[in-house]
């Protein structure tokens, strides 16, 4: 299972930090990946790193969030800096691996005053 923290309700212009761990049970990760889905829109790639650490970002979020893995523990985590209520959503953690993609079950960010 791929289990995400960190999320939470934050001010305009602030900070939060993502991650999200991937079980035992998850094996041959390639790419791993943060996704976001806000109210009555689709779900969106945020960004990813490859296992190779090539980072992607989606333009809206590019300067803000920074995207890093720790290969050991098999975790990923997104930065988020400088906040927007754009931002809100719930965001979710992807794996892909050899045997296809695993998602993790969401963690809530809200951007409010």
């Known amino acids: 299972q791929l289990v995400e923290s960190g999320g939470g309700l934050v001010q305009p212009g602030g900070s939060l930090r993502l991650s999200c761990a991937a079980s035992?049970?998850?094996?041959?990760?390639?790419?791993m990946g943060w996704y976001r889905q806000a109210p009555g829109k689709e779900r969106e790639l945020v960004a990813d790193?490859?296992?190779?650490?090539?980072?992607n970002y989606a333009a809206s979020v590019k300067g803000r969030f920074g995207i890093s893995r720790d290969f050991a523990k098999n975790t990923v985590y997104l930065q988020m800096n400088s906040l927007k209520p754009e931002d809100t959503a719930v965001y979710y953690c992807?794996?892909?691996?050899?045997?296809?993609?695993?998602w993790g079950k969401g963690t809530p960010v809200t951007v409010a005053s």
């Open positions: 790193i490859t296992g190779g650490g090539t980072t």
């Open positions: 992807k794996a892909d691996t050899v045997r296809g993609g695993y």
């Open positions: 035992e049970s998850i094996w041959g990760i390639n790419a």
